[in-house]
C-alpha cells in the first residue's frame, strides 16, 4: 500500500491510544455507576477520572496534529454521499472524544469532587459546586457516551465493510504496521 494512503504513524499511534483508553474507559465508567459508596468505587472514579484526562490531552494533541495535517484521501471509489458521511462521523467522533472528559471534568467540579490526575496533579475546579448542575452534567455526560458508542460501532462497522466487502484498504489505513510499503 502506497504511504500516501496511509495516515502517518504519530496519528496512527494517536488513533490507536485513545481507541485503547475508550475501550477502557467506558465499561469502568458503566461498571462503577452501579457500585454501592465505597474505597474501591472511589479508587475506580479516580482511575476513569485518570483515563478521561489523558483521553482530553491526547485528543488535543491529536486535534492540533490534525490541524496541520491533510490526511490521506478517501478511495475514489467511494460513492460522494459516503465521503460526506465519512467526514460527518469524523468530525462528531472528535468533539465527542473532547466533549466527553471536559463534561466529565465539568460534573466532578459541580459535585464537588476535584480532579486529581494520577492523584498528583489537581486540576482547577472548572465550575462551582452546583448539585443541580452536577446532576444534570452526569445526564449530558451518559448521553453523549452512549452516543460514542453508536459512532464507534458505525465507524468500525464502516471500516470493516469498506475492507472486508468491498476489498478496500482501509485497514491498512490506520494500522502500526508497515509492512508491503516502499
Given at each position: ?55 482530553l490531552m ?25 465521503h460526506r ?98
Amino acid at each position: 500500500m502506497s504511504t500516501a494512503l496511509r495516515y502517518p504513524t504519530p496519528a496512527v499511534v494517536l488513533h490507536w491510544l485513545v481507541a485503547l483508553l475508550i475501550f477502557v474507559a467506558f465499561p469502568l465508567g458503566v461498571y462503577m455507576h452501579e457500585l454501592p459508596a465505597s474505597p474501591d468505587k472511589l479508587k475506580l472514579y479516580s482511575y476513569h477520572k485518570w483515563i478521561g484526562i489523558t483521553i482530553l490531552m491526547l485528543a488535543a494533541a491529536r486535534v492540533m496534529w490534525r490541524t496541520t495535517y491533510t490526511p490521506p484521501a478517501l478511495p475514489a471509489s467511494m460513492a460522494q454521499w459516503q465521503h460526506r458521511v465519512t467526514h460527518i462521523v469524523h468530525g462528531l467522533l472528535y468533539v465527542l472524544i473532547l466533549a466527553i472528559p471536559l463534561s466529565g471534568w465539568l460534573m466532578s467540579s459541580a459535585k464537588g469532587f476535584q480532579t486529581v490526575w494520577f492523584g498528583v496533579l489537581p486540576l482547577p475546579d472548572l465550575v462551582g459546586k452546583d448539585k443541580a448542575l452536577g446532576e444534570l452534567l452526569a445526564g449530558v455526560h451518559q448521553a453523549l457516551n452512549f452516543s460514542l458508542l453508536v459512532l464507534v460501532f458505525l465507524h468500525v462497522a464502516a471500516a470493516l465493510k469498506h475492507h472486508f466487502i468491498e476489498r478496500q484498504p482501509f485497514m491498512q489505513r490506520m494500522s502500526l504496521s508497515k509492512k508491503g510499503q516502499p
